[in-house]
């Protein structure tokens, strides 16, 4: 299995900031994931984060509100840009082991509250 | 079209009873995978147990298994003997395998069952 350790584990900002989350894996991986949970919902994948490449986002996100960095194979960091309260959700940062049956681990989550 | 369906927003079974979680899927990859999630109240995402497209016999994990009906398209979680810990929300996700293209690896989700365990 994969430890991921995810930070910060909450937070509550002003609309109009910046929050950067933190996600580092005790393993190399090589794609990484990051997904919001909004209150009350299901999660939903906001980008694919590949080492080396680009970012891949999902249709309704955008790098300029959500940018990844991907500085090697067991860190990634995920901003919540120029934030509104709508974006006041849980974040979650997931790896698998790269096999395709293989299951999906995850983060504690970050629960961001803006207000 | 929903590629996860879960119908039941929440259901309720008394302790040491045996629940079933409904989940059916859409897809027409012949390649894919079932995965049920458990999220409790502090919001991390615990790994239950998982189904292969290809795979002839139901999973099973402890107290999970995985009622698999390939020609209905249905994935339903079977918890037995039910415990006051598994008062949560239970997420059934797919991963596509050939259509996955850049996002392959990604998880689709349902949109979740909340399960109350009464003692």
């Known amino acids: 299995s994969a430890v991921i350790s995810q930070k910060p584990s909450r937070d509550i900002c002003q609309r109009g900031t910046s929050l950067t989350i933190q996600c580092q894996v005790d393993?190399?991986?090589?794609?990484m994931f990051w997904y919001r949970q909004q209150p009350g919902q299901s999660l939903t994948l906001i980008a694919t984060?590949?080492?080396?490449?680009?970012?891949?986002?999902e249709s309704g996100f955008v790098i300029d509100k959500f940018p990844i960095s991907r500085p090697n194979l067991t860190f990634s960091t995920l901003t919540v840009s120029n934030m509104s309260p709508e974006d006041s959700s849980i974040y979650l940062c997931?790896?698998?082991?790269?096999?395709?049956?293989?299951?999906?681990?995850f983060g504690q989550g970050t629960r961001l509250t803006v207000v | 079209a929903q590629k996860i369906t879960q119908t039941q927003p929440g259901m309720f079974v008394q302790e040491k009873e045996a629940v079933t979680l409904d989940c059916t899927y859409d897809t027409s990859d012949p390649s894919y995978g079932l995965f049920w999630y458990k999220q409790p109240s502090s919001g991390e995402m615990i790994f239950l147990i998982y189904?292969?497209?290809?795979?002839?016999q139901n999973a099973t994990e402890g107290r999970y298994s995985l009622n698999f009906q390939k020609a209905r398209k249905s994935a339903n979680l079977v918890i037995s003997a039910s415990q006051l810990g598994d008062s949560a929300m239970y997420f059934c996700?797919?991963?596509?395998?050939?259509?996955?293209?850049?996002?392959?690896?990604?998880?689709?989700f349902g949109q979740g069952t909340i399960l109350t365990v009464h003692p």
């Open positions: 997931s790896v698998d082991r790269g096999q395709f049956l293989s299951e999906a681990f």
């Open positions: 393993s190399q991986v090589t794609m």
């Open positions: 189904q292969g497209s290809y795979d002839q």
């Open positions: 996700a797919m991963r596509e395998g050939l259509s996955g293209g850049t996002s392959y690896g990604k998880l689709t």
């Open positions: 984060a590949n080492q080396g490449s680009e970012a891949t986002y």
